[in-house]
């Protein structure tokens, strides 16, 4: 498939630490966004970083790009709980694709 | 959340039932989308549409059938619909197409039971 694919699945972690999800993809992309998904809820755009870019901040989020690899890192530093939610990669290749998604959970 | 509207919120409906699923978007954005959301699977884009114009149909069975009468509303309807189809349906919406440079703005979601 061309889905972004996110590692890992799941992850918990305690309130303060960092949280790393990686994403992996198969096709050439234009860029790639990471989007954010409460419970039940719509997704919210977190941040877009273009094919020509390394990495990118926004607050306490870091994204980072490897093209050559195909693959991308999301990492939320200082969590909190209200960070608790699905985190998704979409990936542009002629059509936007996203992936299954990484779970996080901050325990307070 | 509230510059994209979805109605309504759940949805519980019979397989011979017909029933529409409501978009609105107020921030004057030129494409909108519908995605089905399944538990354990990646979402999956339906129809998207541009400027009223449907551009993409991802195999979707003719069971859901999509209408944008403006750039602002987007509707799916719904009939003899399947267990299987029972998901979150979302819809969003974004400046324009451009190959993914724009972020898109997601509605709150349908949560659709078929029984």
């Known amino acids: 498939s061309q889905q972004g694919e996110e590692d890992p699945q799941a992850l918990s972690i305690q309130e303060g630490e960092n949280a790393t999800m990686n994403c992996s993809y198969k096709t050439s992309i234009n860029n790639l966004q990471w989007y954010r998904q409460n419970s039940g809820r719509g997704l919210v755009h977190l941040i877009l970083i273009r094919s020509n870019e390394r990495e990118k901040h926004s607050g306490r989020l870091r994204v980072t790009l490897d093209t050559s690899k195909k693959s991308s890192s999301l990492l939320i530093t200082a969590s909190r709980a209200a960070d608790t939610a699905s985190y998704f990669c979409?990936?542009?290749?002629?059509?936007?694709?996203f992936g299954t998604g990484t779970s996080l959970t901050v325990i307070p | 959340e509230t510059g994209v509207t979805q109605t309504p919120r759940h949805l519980v409906m019979g397989m011979t039932n017909k029933k529409s699923l409501k978009c609105e978007q107020h921030?004057?954005?030129?494409?909108m989308y519908w995605y089905k959301q399944s538990a354990k699977k990646p979402l999956e884009l339906m129809f998207v549409?541009?400027?009223?114009?449907?551009?993409e149909n991802n195999s979707v069975p003719s069971r859901f059938s999509p209408e944008c009468p403006n750039s602002s509303h987007l509707f799916l309807h719904l009939h003899t619909l399947q267990p299987e189809d029972s998901a979150l349906y979302l819809c969003a919406s974004s400046q324009d197409l451009g190959q993914g440079t724009y972020e898109q703005y997601f509605g709150p979601g349908t949560r659709l039971t078929v029984t």
């Open positions: 979409a990936t542009d290749a002629n059509q936007f694709y």
């Open positions: 549409y541009s400027l009223e114009e449907r551009v």
């Open positions: 921030l004057g954005h030129n494409a």
